[in-house]
Each structure stands twice: as C-alpha cells, then as structure tokens.
C-alpha cells in the first residue's frame, strides 16, 4: 500500500539568526503558541487570537482562524534535538551560511560550513489560499512595530523575502509474515 501526503510550509526570509524571535513571529502571525513560550508570545497569540475575525488595525486584514487551527501543523521541531511539538520552525536561508561562532554570511558556502537559519516556517497541511499568504506577509512587515511594543530593545528585523515550500512524501508499506 502507498500514501502519498503533502505539506506546504510559508517562509519568511530575514537577515537575523530567526531563533531570537521566532516565537514572537510565530505569535503575531499566526497566532500560535505553545505552552513552552514565554509570556510575551503568550500575550500576543491571545492578542491575536481576538482581532482574527476582525481586520487588524495596523494591516488592514482579517484571517479566518478556522483554516489555521484546522491545518497549521505543530511537529517536533527539526532542527532542535528538542521534542516539544511546535507549530512554527527554523528554515536555513537560501544564500546564507553559517562559519560557525555566529559568523553568518551571503553567498556560496565553503566546505565545512553549516547552514544559516535566518527564517521561520509555518507549515500547513493544506495549501494556503492566496488571500491568507498576503495575510501573512503583511503581519511579518509590521513585526518590528509590534514587537517593539513589548520588547523597546529589540533590534529591527529586515525582512528579505517569502517563500511556499511544497512538500511530497510517499510512504511504501509492505507488510511480510515471518
């Protein structure tokens, strides 16, 4: 017997190490958290969580919570040896490599380097309609405004780009007596 699954994952591209606020993009954009996140991201995803069904006054746009709840996948998180189940993740940044010491850079990488995860994915099983990935993006160009409103120290995060990332799995079965 063969399955064959599909995964989409919304990515936004920056250029800063997307580990220092991953759980606050995560809060603000689609309005998830998990009970491991601090309180500022709790804040936010029940901030948010009130506005989805009415427009968000500093973006001008509603989602309908529904489809997230129904779709956006929390999974252990693949890049951590953690295996708390998360609903967003680290994505190394096409263009970007990692040195090593926190030395991130552009361009080709040399032998022996890593990958540099300057992006956060949100993935869903279902593709998200258009209107909800607009969506999306308007909330992460307004993350340094509203982040700056509970954390005044924060250094600006630069926004370089989006990306949908179309996954197929096919799974084999094959069942044998022994």
């Known amino acids: 017997m063969k399955t064959t699954k599909k995964t989409f994952t919304f990515v936004v591209d920056t250029e800063n190490y997307a580990g220092n606020f991953i759980r606050e993009m995560c809060a603000l954009i689609v309005g998830a958290r998990h009970e491991f996140y601090h309180d500022w991201s709790k804040k936010v995803a029940e901030e948010t969580r009130k506005v989805y069904s009415q427009p968000y006054s500093s973006i001008n746009s509603s989602i309908p919570f529904e489809f ?79 982040y700056r409103g509970f954390n005044p120290s924060h250094e600006d995060i630069e926004i370089t780009g989006f990306r949908l990332l179309e996954e197929t799995t096919t799974t084999k079965v094959v069942t044998k007596t022994i």
């Open 68 to 146: 997230i709840e129904e779709h956006l996948l929390c999974e252990a998180d693949p890049v951590s040896a953690s295996t708390n189940r998360v609903p967003c993740y680290l994505i190394s940044t096409t263009g970007w490599w990692n040195g090593g010491y926190g030395k991130i850079q552009r361009g080709k990488p040399p032998k022996g380097t890593f990958p540099a995860y300057q992006s956060v994915g949100f993935k869903f099983d279902a593709r998200p309609p258009e209107y909800l990935l607009v969506c999306f993006k308007k909330r992460a160009r307004c993350f340094n405004a509203a």
